[in-house]
C-alpha cells in the first residue's frame, strides 16, 4: 500500500499547478476565463451542498449570486461599507432567504421542487427589475449599479489588474471544497445522503431529514452569496439579469450533473469541460447564436446520462484508484 503522503502527491500537484498558473498565463482574456472557471466551480460547489448530498434539483442559485452582490454593493456605494463586511452582510441574508424558500419547498418532490425553487428566484429577480427603492436602499432597478473604481487594494477588494482576483478566488475554491470534504465524512453529510435517497427509511431510523436539508440549505445559500460578492467585485456592474438570470442557475446544475453531483471533485470537473466551452461560445458566436452554449450543455448532459449517469467524476476516480494500485503493487486500492 502507498504511504498517505504518496497518494496525496497528486492533490499537491495540481494545487501547485493553479497557483502558479498567472506565471505562464499572462493573457488578460485568459485569466479572465480561467476566474470565470473557479468561479463556476465555486459555486456549484456550494449548490452541491444542497443540490448534490440532499438529492433534491435546486434551480434558483442565482437569486442567493443576486442577494450577495446587491447587498455589498448598496452598503459599499451608499453607506461606505466595506465589501469585505458587506460580503457576509449578504451572505447571512441569502442564508435566511434559503431557509425560507426552503421551508415550504422541501415537502415537494421531484419536479415540483425544482418549478418552486425557480418561481421563488424569478420572483426575487422581477422584483429587482421592477423597483428603483427597496426601502431606504436605492437599486435602480434594470439599470443596476455600477462600482465605481476609485480605490485600489486589497482592504477595497479591487484591483487594477486579474491576478488577485484569480487567487482571490483560487482561495475561496480551496476552502468551499475543503468543507464539502469535512461535511461528507460528518453526520450531518450521512444524514443528507440517507435524506436524500431514502426519506422514509431515514426518518424511520431517528434522522431529522427537513432539518438536515435546511441546514445544508443555509449553508449552501450562504456560500454561494460570498461569490456574488465577488461577481460584483470583479465586474463593477451589476443588474438583475446578469446576476440573477435563470441561465447561471442553470448552468450551475448543468455543472454539477455533467460533472458527478454529490462527490468533491465533480464541481470542479465540470467547470473544467463546460465553462471553457461557454466563454469560447459567447466570444465567437454570442452575437449571431445567443444561448448557444446552453444548447452544447444539454446535449453534453444527455450523452453524460446515457453513459455515465453518475457524472464524470466516476470513470476518473476508477482510473486513478486503478492507478493507484498499480503503484502499490496490486494489493489494495488507494481510498
Known amino acids: 500500500m ?6 496525496k502527491l497528486p492533490l499537491v500537484l495540481v494545487a501547485l499547478a493553479a497557483f502558479g498558473l498567472p506565471l505562464v498565463v499572462t493573457s488578460a482574456t485568459y485569466l479572465h476565463i480561467l476566474i470565470l472557471l473557479f468561479l463556476y466551480a465555486y459555486l456549484t460547489t456550494s449548490w452541491n451542498l444542497v443540490g448534490g448530498f440532499a438529492g433534491v434539483l435546486p434551480l434558483g442559485h442565482a437569486a442567493f449570486v443576486g442577494i450577495g452582490a446587491y447587498t455589498s454593493t448598496i452598503l459599499s456605494l451608499q453607506y461606505g461599507v466595506s465589501p469585505w463586511i458587506g460580503m457576509f452582510a449578504g451572505a447571512l441574508i441569502a442564508a435566511v432567504v434559503g431557509v425560507i424558500i426552503g421551508l415550504p419547498t422541501f415537502k415537494m418532490r421531484g419536479a415540483y421542487f425544482a418549478l418552486a425553487t425557480i418561481a421563488f428566484a424569478e420572483g426575487i429577480r422581477v422584483m429587482f427589475e421592477n423597483i428603483d427603492h427597496l426601502g431606504p436602499f436605492q437599486i435602480n432597478g434594470p439599470r443596476g449599479l455600477q462600482i465605481p473604481p476609485l480605490k485600489t487594494g486589497l482592504v477595497h477588494f479591487m484591483f ?31 444524514y443528507l445522503v440517507a435524506g436524500g435517497e431514502e426519506p422514509e427509511a431515514a426518518q424511520a431510523l431517528g434522522v431529522n431529514v427537513a432539518r438536515a436539508k435546511l441546514a445544508a440549505m443555509a449553508m449552501s445559500s450562504f456560500l454561494t452569496a460570498l461569490a456574488g460578492t465577488f461577481w460584483a467585485q470583479f465586474t463593477l456592474y451589476i443588474h438583475p439579469k446578469s446576476v440573477m438570470s435563470l441561465d447561471i442557475s442553470f448552468e450551475i446544475a448543468f455543472i454539477a450533473l455533467i460533472g458527478g453531483r454529490g462527490s468533491i471533485a465533480g464541481p470542479v470537473l465540470g467547470a473544467l469541460l463546460l465553462r471553457p466551452v461557454s466563454d469560447f461560445s459567447r466570444i465567437y ?41 498499480r503503484l502499490s503493487g496490486g494489493r489494495e486500492a488507494a481510498p
Open 2 to 7: 502507498l504511504p498517505s503522503r504518496a497518494r
Open 160 to 190: 487594477a489588474d486579474k491576478e488577485p482576483y484569480y487567487y482571490i478566488i483560487l482561495v475561496m475554491l480551496a476552502a468551499v471544497l475543503a468543507l464539502t470534504w469535512a461535511i461528507s465524512r460528518s453526520k450531518l453529510g450521512f
Open 285 to 325: 458566436f454570442g452575437d449571431t447564436l445567443p444561448g448557444l452554449h446552453l444548447i452544447i450543455f444539454g446535449v453534453v448532459l444527455v450523452l453524460v446520462m446515457l453513459f455515465q449517469p453518475r457524472g464524470l467524476q466516476e470513470p476518473l476516480t476508477r482510473f486513478y484508484q486503478q492507478a493507484m494500485r
